[in-house]
Every structure is written in C-alpha cells, then in structure tokens.
C-alpha cells in the first residue's frame, strides 16, 4: 500500500510540475500553485525530485523564499493582478452570463487579497517578526 501511495504522490508531483512549467511559459496561467503542490508531492514520494525542484535555477529560490518566510515576490504580485484584470475584462465582453463573471472577479480578488498580505521580500519579514507583527496580516 506505502508503494502505491508513493507513486501516486509521484506522479501528482510530475503533473503538478508539467502543470508549473504550463504556467511559466503561458500568461494568465499562475506556476507558482503548481509548483508548491510538487514540491509537496516530492516530499511525500521523491526525496531526489524534492531536492532537484529546490536547487532548480528558477524555481528553487521561489520555493526556499516561500517555505522559509512566506514571501511573494513583488513582480508576481503584479503579474498577476495584470493577469487576472485582463483575464476578468475578456470575460466580460465574451462570457454573457453576467454572475458567472460577477463571482469570477470577486474570486480573484479573494485570491489577489490572500497574495498582497505576504511579505514581498525577506527584509520586509525580518522586519514584521522583528516588530512582532504577523508575517501575513489578516490571518
């Protein structure tokens, strides 16, 4: 049973993974979701695919920022505020279900909200934990 389990965390990872690789080269698609599910995956199943994910060129200093201080890059905040706007504008001159694309905006901004509370960068985290204030706000 451990064995399955064990290729099935594998496998989400290399989905999740493809998925991340999808959503570097392809606007309007976010990587970074993916991408902290593989990482998951991996540590469940692959510690050589966990470790290759963390020394990766581009993604391992997003992933080492984000599972030791909880920081979302400033540009990938702005990426995606532009991303999902324009995602939101397409919708609402293509989709005619006006409530479909009400609720698509109010669930992006649910998702930009939970994004902007983060710390930008690792100096902006040493200084919350310094003040003694909470690394995310609103939590």
């Known amino acids: 049973m451990e064995t399955i ?3 099935l965390w594998q496998a989400l990872g290399f989905l ?3 998925c991340a690789y999808i959503g570097v080269v392809t606007p309007g698609i976010p ?5 902290v599910i593989a990482a998951f995956a991996f540590a ?6 966990h470790k290759w994910l963390y020394s990766h060129k581009y993604f391992g200093p997003f992933l080492t920022n984000w599972g030791k201080y909880r920081v979302f890059p400033l540009y990938a905040k702005y ?10 504008v397409i919708m609402y001159f293509t989709v005619p279900n006006l409530t479909a694309v009400t609720w698509t905006g109010i669930t992006m901004l649910c998702v930009a909200i939970w994004a902007w509370r983060y710390p930008s960068t690792k100096e902006i985290h040493d200084y ?3 003040a003694g ?5 609103l939590k």
């Open 44 to 49: 469940r199943s692959s510690p050589k695919m």
């Open 31 to 35: 990587f970074s979701i993916f991408l």
């Open 5 to 7: 389990k064990k290729y």
């Open 16 to 18: 999740m993974l493809g």
């Open 128 to 130: 919350r934990k310094k």
């Open 79 to 88: 990426s995606m505020i532009i991303m999902m706007s324009i995602s939101l």
């Open 133 to 137: 204030l909470r690394v995310a706000w």
